[in-house]
């Protein structure tokens, strides 16, 4: 009841609880602070993949994903899968995930995209970490559940070590290889430390996981830095960008991982994607600012397409959307952009001009208290 003549919802099972459900593609419809709010789907990578790449079945409350990734290997393969990004993977029509496209969507699902005031110094490792993996309960890829394939690190800790890694040992046991066998894949998403030369080949260290490196290959490694190049030079050049990365892995028959394909999202230190430095900008000046809002992502759509970075969710309605006009792109001035009437536009061209003052909050929304649990 966000609005006053309501909205649809449906009540779906989880576990042996039930909770309260926005019905599929009506998220635009609520009130922007509402926690059952989304933007509008056209406005960012999940509209190309909504109903295509991702199915919801309110009857089941189970979503169905089709990836365009394995999550098995042939015993006779030996070359590496493409890293994704803006590889073949990002330009597809949409009708599956990339590994890009899947994090983007988990990380939707875990509300970790919507910021408020009230989340400031609370949202840590282990709170995006249990938000994810309630993200993935009830979706299912290739026939089986997702959670079973998804791996994330916990919060490590010394007088714990045993336990967390008897813990991850039993995870990882069903991925093992078996000669002339198909083997499983694992799904990670974890934060990385570094990616460095190891004694043979290359490593990915990965925080909260300090017994055990992840192997990379010496032409994924050199793939990786042509493809990734601007997003690790966005994170070589603040220590206020973290990396979050989604890998599929395998073990070899001694148990040892090695990554298959990968993809990295930077983030901020408030673990909100951003894209490029300008990105950044705008998204720790929406922080700074305290305003609430919900950060776009592009799951399979390539840099050049248009895309609203954030939406405020603080100004009532019409809700703005922000855009930053980036050279070659289709991102493009307030006039440009089809919008519904509820809907309107901020836009920023850093090359030509210092950022616009914000859209101005709505005086009945300011100081109200966080819906989320995301913080």
């Known amino acids: 009841?966000?609005?006053?003549?309501?909205?649809?919802?449906?009540?779906?099972?989880?576990?042996?609880?039930?909770?309260?459900?926005?019905?599929?593609?009506?998220?635009?419809?609520?009130?922007?602070?509402?926690?059952?709010?989304?933007?509008?789907?056209?406005?960012?990578?999940?509209?190309?993949?909504?109903?295509?790449?991702?199915?919801?079945?309110?009857?089941?409350g189970e979503t169905t994903l089709k990836l365009d990734f394995p999550l098995t290997k042939m015993p006779s393969r030996s070359t590496i899968p493409p890293t994704g990004g803006e590889g073949d993977s990002v330009s597809s029509t949409g009708t599956k995930l990339s590994l890009r496209g899947l994090l983007?969507?988990?990380?939707?699902?875990?509300?970790?995209?919507?910021?408020?005031?009230?989340?400031?110094?609370?949202?840590?490792?282990?709170?995006?970490?249990?938000?994810?993996?309630?993200?993935?309960?009830?979706?299912?890829?290739?026939?089986?559940?997702?959670?079973?394939?998804?791996?994330?690190?916990?919060?490590?800790?010394?007088?714990?070590?045993?336990?967390?890694?008897?813990?991850?040992?039993?995870q990882w046991a069903g991925a093992v290889s078996t000669p002339g066998k198909v083997q499983q894949l694992m799904l990670m998403i974890c934060e990385v430390k570094e990616i460095v030369?190891?004694?043979?080949?290359?490593?990915?260290?990965?925080?909260?996981?300090?017994?055990?490196?992840?192997?990379?290959?010496?032409?994924?490694?050199?793939?990786?830095?042509?493809?990734?190049?601007?997003?690790?030079?966005?994170w070589g050049a603040s220590d206020s960008t973290r990396m979050v990365m989604i890998s599929t892995f395998r073990l070899n028959t001694v148990g040892l991982p090695s990554i298959v394909e990968l993809s990295l999202m930077p983030v901020t230190l408030s673990w909100l994607p951003i894209d490029d430095g300008f990105d950044k900008q705008l998204v720790e000046h929406l922080e700074a600012?305290?305003?609430?809002?919900?950060?776009?992502?592009r799951y399979n759509m390539a840099a050049r397409c248009k895309l609203a970075s954030a939406t405020l969710t603080d100004c009532g309605n019409p809700t703005p959307l922000l855009f930053i006009v980036r050279a070659n792109s289709e991102d493009c001035e307030a006039d440009d952009v089809d919008l519904d009437p509820s809907e309107?536009?901020?836009?920023?061209?850093?090359?030509?001009?210092?950022?616009p003052p914000l859209?101005?909050?709505?005086?009945?929304?300011?100081?109200?208290?966080?819906?989320?649990?995301?913080?």
Request: charged residues 25%; proline residues 8%; contains cysteine.
């Open 289 to 297: 600012d305290g305003r609430s809002f919900v950060k776009g992502l």
């Open 197 to 234: 030369p190891a004694r043979y080949g290359f490593k990915a260290v990965v925080k909260h996981l300090p017994d055990q490196a992840l192997a990379v290959d010496e032409q994924l490694y050199r793939r990786l830095a042509r493809r990734f190049e601007a997003e690790l030079d966005l």
């Open 104 to 170: 983007h969507y988990l990380w939707d699902q875990a509300e970790l995209t919507r910021w408020h005031p009230g989340f400031a110094g609370k949202r840590t490792w282990s709170t995006v970490r249990r938000h994810l993996l309630e993200a993935a309960e009830r979706k299912f890829a290739l026939g089986q559940p997702l959670r079973t394939r998804l791996y994330i690190p916990e919060v490590f800790s010394v007088e714990r070590r045993d336990a967390i890694n008897a813990r991850r040992l039993s």
């Open 1 to 60: 009841m966000c609005l006053v003549e309501g909205v649809e919802m449906y009540v779906a099972r989880l576990g042996e609880g039930y909770i309260v459900k926005r019905m599929p593609d009506t998220g635009s419809h609520h009130a922007p602070d509402c926690p059952s709010y989304e933007p509008p789907a056209e406005f960012s990578g999940l509209g190309q993949v909504l109903g295509n790449a991702i199915t919801e079945d309110p009857a089941t």
């Open 344 to 355: 309107s536009t901020w836009c920023w061209n850093p090359t030509t001009e210092p950022m």
């Open 359 to 375: 859209p101005p909050r709505s005086e009945s929304r300011q100081g109200r208290p966080a819906h989320s649990t995301a913080g």
